[in-house]
């Protein structure tokens, strides 16, 4: 989605009167446009690219917060085009959600491009396992890449995480991590934990690494009964934001005791894991 503005502001000119002649003022322009300096952008993995206009000169380019006018990095003299890094998953933080602008000088002055940023991730396809973890994809259904700063699944659940919608809770304060990792295609392969970042448009993997459908206390056989139950599960975006989306799911077999714990499970001790 690009949401450019098209307001342009406009110049009028008056008509100087001397000694009988008329003679239309020179316009004067404050500077270079924004379409007369920027070609477009977009987001590559954990950075935005943004690019200039052929033959331009730019001396200067700043990723900045309009609202606050603080400035995240600067760059000298790029040459075509310009990257910022914008996700930073491995302390779950990302600038994207923060009136994202890009500043440039020219010899003739700066001008500013707004990057549009919206961010949706929807959670679906919930899978239980025998362990009482749960598997399921988000999908990125933004034009910017989502962080995954923590996902919760609450509700009718034996075991359910903090409600991320509920008018308690505090998302300031909210120092839990994300409670996931990537799976198959999607795995985690460093510390950095890029598998927490879902390009605009893709759809990951994702397993948790709690266990919401474990019964903290135990279990017995009317808990494995096989009854429908409706869950809720919530992506909390770093930028900001979360959605929440229900699904159904039966749990059945055998309760089960979690080697060494008071904790049960309904059917076995069976796990998928990722590869």
Known sequence: MNRRPFLRALATGGALLTTGCTESLPFVADGPSREDVFADH????????????????????????SSTDEEFEAVERPTGAVRF???????????????????????????????????????KNVEVFRDGRARFEVENQGD??????FVGIYGDVPNPTVDVQSDSFDESSFDLGPGVVGVGRNRT??????????SPGEVAPFETTYAPFAFPDGADADDCRGDERTGEIAVLHASGGSAAYTFQYRLDGEPTSVEGQSAAV????????GD
């Open 42 to 65: 977009r987001f590559d993995g954990t950075e935005l690219v943004v690019a200039f206009r052929d033959g331009v000169e730019v001396r200067r380019a700043v990723l900045f917060d």
């Open 85 to 123: 890094p914008v996700v930073f998953p491995d302390r779950l933080e990302t600038y994207v959600g923060r009136s994202l602008h890009v500043k440039a000088e020219t010899p003739d002055g700066w001008v500013r491009r707004w990057i549009p940023e919206m961010v949706h991730g929807k959670a």
């Open 144 to 149: 910017a890449p989502l962080l995954v700063r």
């Open 189 to 198: 392969l460093s510390p950095s934990r890029t598998d927490l970042v879902v």
């Open 266 to 273: 309904c059917g076995g001790t069976d796990t998928a894991g």
